[in-house]
């Protein structure tokens, strides 16, 4: 896919899955997403709760990949992947476009969550892409 194909792409979609690892144990978590394209930045609001595994792989600022795909009923297979350093973005420190970008993403859903809002943890990310590929195929089906 071109870099205009590649942005139009992840305009056009709202989740993706954040791949991380610790050592030799992957995660992987399905999430929503805002997109800069001209920093290349990926923007991620992730809610976990005390001891999960999630706040576990988020310790520092990990290296992640990001996939976002789709196969349009069949017939095309298109899928962008991400890859950089995860960082976590104090919300006091937030500019107009760090807003903007978070007011992209679709807000988590906290019933899918056993514990209160009250216990929940909020954390907002950003992934500015060091690697950003996009790849479409064309499936011939008989």
């Known amino acids: 896919m071109t870099a205009e194909e590649v942005e139009a792409f992840l305009s056009a979609h709202e989740t993706g899955v954040l791949s991380l690892a610790d050592g030799d144990e992957p995660y992987a978590v399905p999430i929503s997403y805002g997109y800069d394209a001209d920093t290349e930045t ?13 706040r576990r792989f988020l ?34 420190t937030l500019s107009v476009g760090q807003i ?24 907002l990310f950003e992934l500015p892409a060091t690697e950003l590929t996009g790849r479409r195929t064309e499936i011939e089906r008989e």
């Open 59 to 92: 310790v520092g600022e990990p290296r992640v990949r990001f996939v976002v795909y789709d196969d349009e009923g069949g017939e095309t297979y298109r899928s962008v992947v991400a890859s950089g350093q995860l960082a976590e973005i104090d919300p006091a």
């Open 100 to 123: 903007e970008q978070y007011g992209e993403s679709k807000r988590p859903l906290f019933e899918i969550w056993g514990e209160s809002r009250a216990e929940l943890d909020i954390q």
């Open 42 to 54: 990926f923007y991620f609001r992730l809610v976990s709760a005390e001891g999960s595994e999630k």
